[in-house]
């Protein structure tokens, strides 16, 4: 089955303990890319990546980093969470960044920084 | 600057009742425009696109979308809502397909219930 996994799911954790979100697709999909979704404000990109070791800020990158070392895997970390990183995370990818194509979005990781 | 606007928080009707999302734009060039519905602790799932050609657009579970290029707007209309279809939809808009890492841009989402 086509899809893009993330884990965990749900992580309640405490400021400046460093952690990473993983995302995976198997679709053999060049662009990945993160999500923050919160209430009143709608989904906000993160960082993307065009394919391999390319990324790039979105939106809102404060805060976090990211890594594309393979094509199926783009994992998110926030080196020193703090309270304001509370949220709902997506990861999404399609097949390329250059056509616009549908994104096809994982389950959703919700981080609560306490 | 661009951005996408979903004016109603929340839409409220009946089942058998015909509904409408309502979504505005603005961005500069050819917009690229989807809607994704998101149901409770799921991700979000793509509905249906406009690229270009036909103003109406079909697209799954019986939705479809009208472009209107005048009135900058990409509205979701289904004929005979569904209590399923109650959820949470956005609305999204692609500046430039030719930009690399064009993000989408989001609205802030309409929640859409539907009573039996």
């Known amino acids: 089955e086509a899809q893009v996994t993330q884990n965990p799911r749900y992580l309640i954790t405490v400021t400046g303990k460093k952690l990473t979100v993983t995302c995976s697709q198997n679709?053999?999909?060049?662009?990945m890319s993160w999500y923050r979704q919160d209430p009143g404000l709608g989904l906000r990109q993160i960082y993307y990546?065009?394919?391999?070791?390319?990324?790039d800020k979105g939106d809102v990158p404060e805060g976090y980093k990211v890594s594309r070392k393979e094509k199926r895997n783009f994992p998110l970390i926030l080196e020193s969470p703090s309270p304001n990183q509370t949220s709902l995370y997506f990861c999404?990818?399609?097949?390329?960044?250059?056509?616009?194509?549908?994104?096809?979005f994982g389950p959703g990781t919700r981080l609560t920084v306490t | 600057a661009q951005s996408v606007a979903q004016p109603e928080d929340q839409v409220n009707v009946a089942e058998g009742n015909p509904l409408t999302v309502k979504c505005t734009y603005s961005v500069s060039g050819n917009p690229y425009l989807f809607w994704y519905v998101q149901y409770p602790n799921r991700g979000l799932q793509f509905l249906l696109k406009y690229i270009t050609g036909d103003n109406l657009v079909k697209g799954s579970y019986g939705f479809e979308a009208e472009f209107n290029k005048s009135q900058t707007s990409f509205h979701l209309k289904k004929p005979s809502a569904l209590v399923s279809d109650s959820a949470l939809y956005f609305c999204a808009v692609s500046p430039s397909f030719r930009q690399a890492g064009t993000a989408l841009i989001f609205g802030k989402g309409t929640t859409l219930s539907v009573s039996s």
């Open positions: 679709m053999n999909h060049e662009y």
């Open positions: 999404a990818s399609n097949p390329t960044g250059n056509r616009p194509y549908e994104q096809y």
């Open positions: 990546s065009m394919n391999v070791e390319v990324t």
